[in-house]
Nanobody, 126 residues
Framework: QVHLVESGGGLVQAGGSLRVSCTAS??????MGWFRQAPGKEREFVAA????????NYADSVKGRFTISRDNAKNTVLLQMNSLKPEDTAVYYC?????????????????????WGQGTQVTVSS
């Protein structure tokens, strides 16, 4: 059975940093990504990383501030968030695609991900 478990969310002041992590289990995963959903808004893409870790993709709103990384041996994916803004406040969800698949592709569309975690709350105060 597949499980994705996020951790590391919390409350931080604007300009601060947080790191959220996701531990996946139950199978081998290809592209892994982070999405977020703020109250009253649709879930949106934040960042994704290819199976081999060589390729990444970021939403324009987080480029230069967020960094995604993964450790396939530990089945974890991390999202380091720096220079946080109040508009980054949301529930952050880990998502994954199954593998075998591509080693290098980075999918950004929400509907292409098969597996999702329960989410972790990130709140940035002004």
């Amino acid at each position: 059975q597949v499980h994705l478990v996020e951790s590391g969310g919390g409350l931080v002041q604007a300009g601060g940093s947080l790191r959220v992590s996701c531990t996946a289990s139950g199978r081998t995963f290809g592209t892994m990504g982070w999405f977020r959903q703020a109250p009253g808004k649709e879930r949106e893409f934040v960042a994704a990383i290819s199976r081999n870790g060589a390729n990444t993709n970021y939403a324009d709103s987080v480029k230069g501030r967020f960094t995604i990384s993964r450790d396939n041996a530990k089945n974890t994916v991390l999202l380091q968030m720096n220079s946080l803004k109040p508009e980054d406040t949301a529930v952050y969800y880990c998502a994954a695609r199954p593998f075998p698949g591509s080693y290098v592709l980075v999918q950004t569309a929400r509907q292409t991900y098969d597996y999702w975690g329960q989410g972790t709350q990130v709140t940035v105060s002004s």
